[in-house]
């Protein structure tokens, strides 16, 4: 079963490709949290990166804390990042709280 934050509208499964997402997360550790000073993939904010059949990009992420006072800026700072690095391809974020951010996300740096 697909989950639905990673299947269009009409129920297309989504491609799994690690090296996409693997490229995908190298271009993401541009995005910096500026409270943190950290980038948002040694943060351990990006959960998941997929792109279906008609190249959307879906990024399944988190942040610190729900009540982020910057999370509306840091989740438009990944669209336009992966816009900038794939014009051709829509962005989609789907920002998740389940499970939830904890330190133990880290990558050490």
């Known amino acids: 079963m697909v989950h639905p934050a ?3 509208v009409h129920g297309t499964e989504l491609i799994p490709d690690n090296s996409f997402e693997s490229q995908v997360k ?4 541009k995005v910096i949290d ?45 669209i336009d990042t992966l816009q900038n690095a794939y014009p051709s391809k829509d962005v989609d974020v789907s920002l998740v709280f389940d499970p939830p951010w904890h330190p133990g996300l880290l990558t050490e740096v």
């Open 26 to 29: 190298g271009i993401l550790k």
């Open 6 to 8: 990673f299947s269009d």
């Open 34 to 78: 500026p409270e943190l000073e950290i980038n948002i993939v040694d943060l351990g904010l990006i959960y998941k990166v997929e792109q279906d059949e008609t190249n959307r990009i879906f990024v399944e992420m988190t942040l610190s804390t729900p009540a982020c006072p910057i999370g509306d800026v840091i989740v438009q700072n990944v």
